[in-house]
Structures are given as C-alpha cells and as structure tokens.
C-alpha cells in the first residue's frame, strides 16, 4: 500500500471517529497508524472566516520546519479531500493543566519567548509569498488597516436581524472608527512571521517542552501584533504578562522595537474592540442554545464583559447593556421568523408564500 493509500485511510477512519477536538476551523482526530498515533485534521465545514490568513497551512508548516522546532511535524497533506496528518504531540494543552488565573510554570514562560525569538528571525525569503493587496514589509498603519477592515466586515455581515441585534446592544455601524484614526499614527516595522492565535488551548505541554500548534492564521505583519494578540488571548497573571513583554523586549532586533509598547497598546485595543464585534453573534447562538437559565445568565453577563472592555475603542458610547437585555434580544434574533400563509376566503389556509 503506498503512501497516499495509507492517508486516505488513516482519513477516512478520522472522518467516522466522533472523538476529535473540534476548533473553529479544523477538527483534530489522533487515529493509530502503523508507525503510531498521528493526528489528522480536517477543515471544518461552513466554519465562517473570523479571521486573516494568508498562506495554506502545510506549506506554511514546510517553510518553518527549519527554524521553529516547536510546531508540529506535517507528515501529509492533500486538497482532495482536504486534511493533513501531523505528527501526534504527547501532552495536554496548557488549557487543561494551567487554565486562566493558574500561576504557568517559568519554564513554560520561557518557550513562549523563545517561539517569539525564533519568529522574529525567519527570513523573509524563505517564506511563502503574501498575496497580492497585501501591506508591503514595514507598512505597519496598512497591517493595522488591513486589520481593521476585517473587522468592518465581520460587522456588516448578517441579514436584517443580525444588523437589528447589533445595533440593540449598542454595537456602533463603524466600531473601528477611533482605532482607524490611531492606526496612521503607528511607528514603522519591518514585518516578520506572526503566529497571530498563540493561545492555551494551542499549546500543547508536558514535563520538557511547549509545543505550539494551529498555524492556520499565520501572518506576515507587525510582530507587535503577535505578541499583543497573544496576551490577549492568554488572560495572563500581572507578573506574567511584564515576564513575556520583557522576554519579547529582549529579543527583538532594534529595528522592531520603535513604539512597540504603544504597539502594544493599540493592538490590545483592537483584540477587545473585535471580540466584541465578533462574539456578539456567538454569544447570541451560544445563549438561544442553553438549556438552563443560569447558562443564559452566565452567557449574557461574559457578552456584557466583552462590551465594557470595548466600550472605550468606540464612538458612539452608549450604556452596557445588562446581561438581561443581552438575554432576550439574543432570543429575539434567533427565535424563527413566522411561516408567512395565504387566507382563503373563508379563513382557510392557502399555500405557503
């Protein structure tokens, strides 16, 4: 059996399986092959696109192979049908061992700052081409824009009803208004490689070493981006976030450093002002779905959180609302639309319009 024989099986075995860790854009299966476990993931179906991504992830993976020793192996790849097989990384994630508010050991700390280190070194050249459209090297203010953009996007999205429960909770037509203003104001950057989703449940640890995967998204932009993207989504202790800031201080090249910490400032901005913009759609699909009222509660009062740490990145600020509110225009927006019925001439039902 050759090699691609031997994929397609370890796939389809992966595609029965019901056991995977499903992210928002690839399930995960680990399935026993004849060298042992290997991890197959597949794109999920429909997942709609929340994020920047420039390259296919298995190419991306080639081209750091050499350079970032912490990222996962890719054994195959194939468009047809989509999936890849990675090498299957023993350990937990740091989620699970070490979730939000649990003090990270130092060594875990350190990997984090060295994956920085290793990041800011890889040459251009040996990259995959950016598209087209895409800001040249060292245009930070277009990064910060091309950012912005998705965010506009996201928001304008959605029929009717989405826009109406947007614009119930207080989410501005424009939300990246103000933060499109600062955004000219950016010290320039060369551009280095980003990770740009460097998060706990992306993090795989055990008793030596991090390893660091779903490089989906990677990106060829700010590396200020990437270490501000990254304490966003890790919810670290105080003293942590100055140990990482400071690792990543230490290794940046002198060319990356002007403005970085107002970088920083910005990017947080940003991270909070589109987890706001983005989970009010998920938050409202997460809360029609809840089976409990405390679950709805819990739901609408994390959405309400989300509001107040972007309230400041918009114009115009309204009031919070209250989880309550967020609670019943959430069903409101996911309550199904009436079945529309044609009347006979005497009350009876006529055919659906």
Known sequence: MDRRMDAMALYE??????????????RNVRVGSCDGPVMVRIPTAGAESMDLS???????????????????????????????????????SLDERFPAGTPLPNRVLDDVGELFERLLRVPSSKLPAAPAGWPGDGDTAGFATALLTLVRTIRAAGGPATQQLYAELGVPADPCALLAVRAGALCARPFRLLHADLHRGNMIVDDRRTV????????????????????????????????????????????????????????????????????????????????????RESLAGELAAKYEAARPYWEPVGSIPTADAIERASLRWARPLPRLTTRGPRGGSGGTS
């Not at 075995?13 to 690839?26: I, K, S, T, V």
């Not at 003293?239 to 060319?255: H, I, T, Y």
């Not at 400032?265 to 029609?288: H, P, Q």
């Open 13 to 26: 075995e992966a595609c029965r399986r019901d056991d995977g860790h499903a992210g928002h854009y690839n």
């Open 54 to 92: 420039l390259w296919p992830e298995p190419v991306l993976l080639e081209a750091i192979r050499p350079y970032v020793g912490a990222a996962p192996q890719l054994l195959h790849a194939q468009a047809d049908p989509p999936f890849q097989i990675h090498e299957f990384i023993a350990g937990r």
């Open 212 to 295: 660091f995967l779903d490089w989906e998204l990677a990106l060829w932009g700010d590396p200020v981006y990437d270490l501000a993207d990254h304490l966003h989504k890790m919810s670290y202790l105080s003293g942590e976030a100055d140990q990482v800031r400071a690792q990543w201080e230490r290794s940046a090249p002198a060319d990356c450093l002007p403005g970085w910490m107002d970088g920083v400032d910005f990017y947080l901005g940003y991270e909070r002002m589109k987890s706001a913009v983005v989970d009010t759609v998920r938050w409202a699909r997460l809360i029609a779905a809840a089976t409990t009222p405390d679950a």
